[in-house]
């Protein structure tokens, strides 16, 4: 079972994910609720990463077992070889929805390129981007492997639970704000810049996945 065990972190959008789901839930559980349109007191169960789970978060298959779920259709490993994503933390909506959560404190945090460890897995990674990046439309002005690759790998495994498996999942791409130990925005609107542009390079403004998609804003200064 992928799980990986960082412990308690002392900084970055790791340490205040973890402090925002164990300390101040109801904070990341209102906001969610808006963008879902659910009750302004829906609960949301959080599966990780949780204090009691040793702060654990969760890769590959074991992404699904925590969730509680298969795949249906299409199976992970036809879609992306092992070792990839690891998510920052899941989460289970009262009405069943899946949440695969994906958190960032400043904005070079956006920058990432694929590590795929052998040329077999890195073509795996790249026809199921394309496949994802076909299905939206996109016409990209930057390879998806690099250098926003991290989103992009996001928004194909969203791809592979929504579309290739019927699955009611949902990207929450929290972002923090006023995070000044790591020199992160200070403003929602700059962070909506540089996901304006991440967008913009990647081809992708409105498209078939956007209402699956749900960008959180969390303040860290109300929840010192």
Same mark, same amino acid.
């Given at each position: 079972?992928?799980?990986?065990?960082?412990?308690?972190a002392?900084?970055?959008?790791? @340490?205040?994910?973890?402090?925002? &789901?164990?300390?101040?839930? !109801?904070? &990341?559980?209102?906001?969610?609720?808006?963008?879902l349109?659910? @009750?302004?007191?829906?609960?949301?169960?959080?599966?990780s990463p949780?204090?009691?789970?040793?702060?654990?978060e969760?890769?590959?298959?074991? &992404?699904?077992?925590?969730?509680?779920?298969?795949?249906?259709?299409?199976?992970?490993?036809?879609?992306?070889?092992?070792?990839?994503?690891?998510?920052?933390?899941?989460?289970?909506?009262?009405?069943? !929805?899946?949440?695969?959560?994906?958190? @960032?404190?400043?904005?070079? !945090?956006?920058?990432?390129?694929?590590?795929?460890?052998?040329?077999?897995?890195?073509?795996?990674?790249?026809?199921?981007?394309? !496949?994802?990046?076909?299905?939206?439309?996109?016409h990209?002005?930057?390879e998806? /492997?690099t250098?926003?690759y991290?989103?992009?790998?996001?928004?194909?495994?969203?791809?592979?639970?929504?579309?290739?498996?019927d699955?009611?999942?949902?990207l929450?791409?929290?972002?923090?704000?006023?995070?000044?130990?790591?020199?992160?925005?200070?403003?929602?609107?700059?962070?909506?810049?540089?996901?304006l542009?991440?967008?913009?390079?990647?081809?992708?403004?409105?498209?078939?996945?956007?209402?699956?998609?749900?960008?959180?804003?969390?303040d860290?200064? /109300?929840l010192?």
């Open positions: 079972m992928a799980r990986l065990v960082p412990k308690t002392t900084k970055g959008s790791q @340490k205040w994910l973890q402090v925002l &789901v164990n300390t101040h839930p !109801e904070v &990341v559980d209102r906001a969610l609720a808006v963008a349109g659910a @009750k302004p007191d829906a609960h949301i169960q959080w599966l949780l204090n009691s789970d040793d702060y654990a969760y890769q590959d298959q074991a &992404v699904f077992e925590r969730l509680g779920m298969t795949l249906p259709n299409h199976p992970l490993a036809s879609f992306w070889p092992a070792r990839g994503p690891v998510w920052d933390g899941l989460g289970i909506t009262q009405r069943g !929805e899946l949440l695969l959560v994906e958190a @960032k404190s400043h904005i070079p !945090e956006l920058l990432s390129s694929a590590g795929a460890s052998s040329a077999a897995s890195l073509d795996r990674i790249r026809a199921s981007l394309e !496949e994802t990046r076909t299905y939206l439309g996109a990209s002005y930057v998806w /492997t250098p926003l991290q989103y992009a790998n996001r928004l194909a495994h969203l791809y592979l639970l929504r579309i290739l498996n699955l009611p999942a949902f929450v791409m929290v972002y923090f704000v006023n995070d000044h130990e790591q020199g992160g925005p200070t403003t929602q609107e700059e962070w909506q810049g540089a996901i542009l991440q967008k913009t390079l990647l081809g992708l403004r409105r498209h078939k996945l956007s209402r699956y998609i749900l960008n959180i804003f969390i860290v200064e /109300t010192i």
